[in-house]
């Protein structure tokens, strides 16, 4: 499968059909994650960030009290965000351009759309271990880096080099 090490990862897996977090659990259960917490909501899943301190969050975008991107914005900006750089992979079924374009501006790690595969979860997981991607704050943005490739040619007024690239091991 993976020459990762599982077994010592804490998810948190959030979503409101109890099914679905079942069948992600089962998955992550298949690659020897012992340590799985539930949350039905967003709310619910603040509170299991807090008191259970996840390496990784998977939550799905629809959701009653508090949706994904709203989820994802709260643990990204909120000053009693129990860590906002915990890495975030929205699975869900809302899939067209718009919606990967929210969740990734509301600041998630990794997209996965719905219905998952095995081999798709690893690879999401795989990525936010194994590439993870800095962090940058903007006057409208704070999460992980949004552009995927570096362009010489981008001339914008948020250029790499003029915003402030977050060291996460030093925070």
Known sequence: ??????DRLKIL?????QHMRKLVVAILQ??????????SSGVRALTVMRDESPDVVILDWM???????????EVRTSPTSPNPYVPIIML???????????ARDAGINEFL???????AMLARLTAVIEYP????????????CRRRRHSEDYKGPERRSE????????S
């Open 13 to 17: 897996v959030v979503d409101d059909n």
């Open 133 to 144: 991607r800095p962090f940058v704050r903007t006057a409208n943005y704070f999460g992980p």
């Open 113 to 119: 759309a719905k219905p998952v595969s095995v081999k």
């Open 1 to 6: 499968m993976s020459g990762y090490r599982f």
């Open 30 to 39: 298949a690659f020897g994650t012992t340590q799985v917490y539930e949350a």
């Open 163 to 170: 915003i402030e690239i977050i060291d996460q091991a030093a």
């Open 92 to 102: 869900t079924g809302h899939t067209s351009a718009d919606c990967v374009q929210q």
């Open 63 to 73: 959701m009653d009290e508090m949706n994904g991107i709203e989820f994802t914005r």
